[in-house]
């Protein structure tokens, strides 16, 4: 069995543990939106957390699974998306400061 494969199951594992995880925040949530019975507000709090990054980080898990079995170029392309995703994400400061350089440098005017 190659490397890829091996990693390429545990992957998989987790994939479908954060899946159920994910489903079962959201359910909980619907749930308590019409019976509350959750009165506790870090729980609340934690269950906003998991629907908010949950999906992003099933998308990063797939996206590794994908690539762990494909060649060094199509690895460096999906790893660098994902960098991507994650800066805009967690630093969006960033994403304006690009935009407002790439805005900066298309300004002209019409005559």
Do not use: H
Request: net charge negative; proline share 2%.
């Amino acid at each position: 069995m190659a490397l890829g494969e091996g990693l390429s199951k545990i992957f998989d594992i987790l994939n479908k543990v954060l899946a159920f995880v994910v489903l079962l925040a959201y359910a909980l949530f619907a749930i308590n939106a019409n019976w509350t019975f959750i009165n506790n507000e870090t729980i609340m709090t934690i269950l906003e957390y998991i629907m908010y990054y949950g999906p992003l980080l099933i998308c990063g898990l797939v996206m590794v699974e994908f690539a762990i079995k494909r060649n060094l170029i199509i690895q460096i392309v999906v790893y660098a998306i994902i960098a991507v995703v994650v800066i805009f994400q967690f630093f969006p400061d960033t994403f304006n400061s690009i935009a407002d350089t790439i805005n900066g440098l298309t300004k002209f005017t019409w005559i």
